[in-house]
T-cell receptor
Framework: EAQVTQNPRYLITVTGKKLTVTCSQN?????MSWYRQDPGLGLRQIYY???????DKGDVPEGYKVSRKEKRNFPLILESPSPNQTSLYFC???????????????FGPGTRLTVT | GQQVMQIPQYQHVQEGEDFTTYCNSS?????IQWYKQRPGGHPVFLIQ?????EVKKQKRLTFQFGEAKKNSSLHITATQTTDVGTYFC??????????FGKGTRLHILP
């Protein structure tokens, strides 16, 4: 089954304790992206990757890191989480974004992160 | 930078009434996509519009892309309880970055 998986689905942690949220897709997609969703703010892009070893900042990259060593995986790293990073995080993937126009994004189930 | 504004933020309608949500971009878009997120779920792709003035229909849903490729709308005819959720537009600008609108949350009154 074609899908995007995220782990963990729920996480409660404390300020400053490094954490990683994994994302994996089995569709051989080139493009992967991380979003955070907050009430009233919609989906905001954190980082995206056009292909292996190619990553770029989205709209809200501060406090996050990513890597794309393999095509299928795109982990999100919070080196020193803070309470303002409490949010619902979605990973997404698509065939690509270049011209012709970008393809539909497939979203993972989400990771609800609470930082106390 | 590029912004995509979506209105209204919330909409309550009686079951059977129509519903429309609008997206407006500060810049010309290459294309626009629409997604639906059910409560507690993740965004799911609905459709993509590419051409100026394009209109596409999916059963009771009608999607439009403006002539200037700076605005779009989603119209649902005769809403049903299954239409409940948040509808997002996502525009791709000339720099290939994807910007989501903040979404319109649709609530259906039985």
């Amino acid at each position: 089954e074609a899908q995007v998986t995220q782990n963990p689905r729920y996480l409660i942690t404390v300020t400053g304790k490094k954490l990683t949220v994994t994302c994996s897709q089995n569709m051989n997609h080139e493009y992967m992206s991380w979003y955070r969703q907050d009430p009233g703010l919609g989906l905001r892009q954190i980082y995206y990757s056009m292909n292996v070893e190619v990553t770029d900042k989205g709209d809200v990259p501060e406090g996050y890191k990513v890597s794309r060593k393999e095509k299928r995986n795109f982990p999100l790293i919070l080196e020193s989480p803070s309470p303002n990073q409490t949010s619902l995080y979605f990973c997404a993937s698509s065939l690509g974004t270049g011209h012709p126009p970008f393809y539909e994004q497939y979203f993972g189930p989400g990771t609800r992160l609470t930082v106390t | 930078g590029q912004q995509v504004m979506q209105i209204p933020q919330y909409q309550h309608v009686q079951e059977g009434e129509d519903f429309t949500t609008y997206c407006n971009s500060s810049t010309t878009l290459s294309n626009i996509q629409w997604y639906k997120q059910r409560p507690g779920g993740h965004p799911v792709f609905l459709i993509q519009l590419v051409k100026s003035g394009e209109v596409k229909k999916q059963k009771r849903l009608t999607f439009q892309f403006g002539e200037a490729k700076k605005n779009s709308s989603l119209h649902i005819t005769a809403t049903q309880t299954t239409d409940v959720g948040t509808y997002f537009c996502a525009g791709q600008g000339r720099d290939d970055k994807i910007i989501f609108g903040k979404g319109t949350r649709l609530h259906i009154l039985p």
